[in-house]
Structures are given as structure tokens and as C-alpha cells.
């Protein structure tokens, strides 16, 4: 798996050589893992790795965009939003092109990133299942939903010299 800098620069470098005048990349990378429950069982314990990553570029002053998941489509996605653009009609105003980087956004990482979360396996999350139903089966109800969480690594940049990153988690609980 390619670095996610060494992504964004292959991305910037092939839209620039085929006539961007701005891009901008977003890029999701990280891990997920989802229990799905009915009638107080366990099933589909889905859990994986994965990329996301959009691209939006201005072309011939149109804004064209796309997203895919593999890093294998890279040039086929690239390929076919150029072919996109060069279909789509002109646009009659102008489209907004930034010239220089974007203002360094700073969160604290306590507010993104939380260890227990990032931490949770298979036991993990059934045992917030089981938590959840000891709350509630003295109440005549048992857990049906999804409980699931997952810990992403964030890119963001531009070409113009944006460059920004953080490393979120999440979970949730749905009934």
C-alpha cells in the first residue's frame, strides 16, 4: 500500500499533466468493524481495511469530481473524469480556483481520537451488546441494531500546498 503522501503527489502530478488547474484530494484510510444483531444473536460480523479517496479538479473551468476505493483505479478515475470534463459545457461563470494553501485548521486530538474506541475488537463490541441488554431486558426489551467503530487516518491537499491530516474514531450504536 502506497503512503498516503506519495498518493496525493502521483494524484496532483497526473491531474497537472493533463491540464488541472487546481486539485484538491481527500483521503480516507483505516480499519471498521460492524456487529449486526437480531433477537439478541450475533451475525455478518463484517470488519475490514480500506481506502477512500475523492478528487475534485477545475479543468478548462469546469469543476468535475470523482471518488473510488482502490488505489488500482487511480489512473482509470483520472482517465475518465478528464474525459468527463472535456464533454461537459462551459461553464458561463467563472469557477473559483484557490491560489494559495488553506489556513492550518487545529483541533485537539482529544476531541478526534479516543484510545478505548480506537482499541474495540469482536469482544469488544458484543460486550457493549451484552452491557446494552442487561440495561434493558429487565425492562422487556432486547438489543436489535448494529454496534460498530472504526479508527481512519484523514488527508487532505491541494495544489497549491494545502497539506493537512488527523486520525479520527467513531462508534455507534443503532437500534
Known amino acids: 500500500m502506497t503512503s498516503a503522501q506519495n498518493l496525493i503527489n502521483r494524484i496532483l502530478k497526473e491531474t497537472k499533466k493533463r491540464g488541472a488547474t487546481f486539485t484538491e484530494v481527500f483521503i480516507t484510510r483505516g480499519i471498521s468493524s460492524l456487529k449486526r444483531i437480531v433477537n439478541g ?7 475490514g481495511e480500506g481506502i477512500s479517496i475523492a478528487l475534485s479538479c477545475i479543468v478548462d473551468n ?5 471518488a473510488f476505493d482502490s ?9 475518465a ?5 472535456h464533454h461537459l459545457p462551459v461553464q458561463i461563470e467563472e469557477v473559483f480556483a484557490p491560489t494559495a494553501a488553506f489556513p492550518t485548521v487545529s483541533l485537539p486530538s482529544k476531541l478526534l481520537y479516543d484510545t478505548q474506541t480506537a482499541e474495540m475488537n469482536d469482544n469488544r463490541l ?3 451488546i451484552s452491557h446494552n441488554n442487561s440495561l ?3 425492562l422487556g426489551f432486547v438489543f436489535d441494531g448494529a454496534v460498530g467503530h472504526s479508527v481512519n487516518d484523514l488527508f487532505f491537499a491541494n495544489s497549491v500546498g494545502t497539506f493537512q491530516t ?6 455507534h450504536l443503532s437500534i
Open 126 to 128: 458484543i460486550d457493549v
Open 81 to 85: 473524469l478528464f474525459l468527463k470534463a
Open 62 to 66: 469546469k469543476r468535475i469530481n470523482t
Open 41 to 47: 444473536e450475533s451475525y455478518q460480523p463484517t470488519a
Open 71 to 79: 488505489e488500482d483505479a487511480l489512473i482509470p478515475e483520472i482517465n
Open 166 to 171: 488527523c486520525k479520527p474514531t467513531s462508534a
Open 136 to 138: 434493558l431486558e429487565p
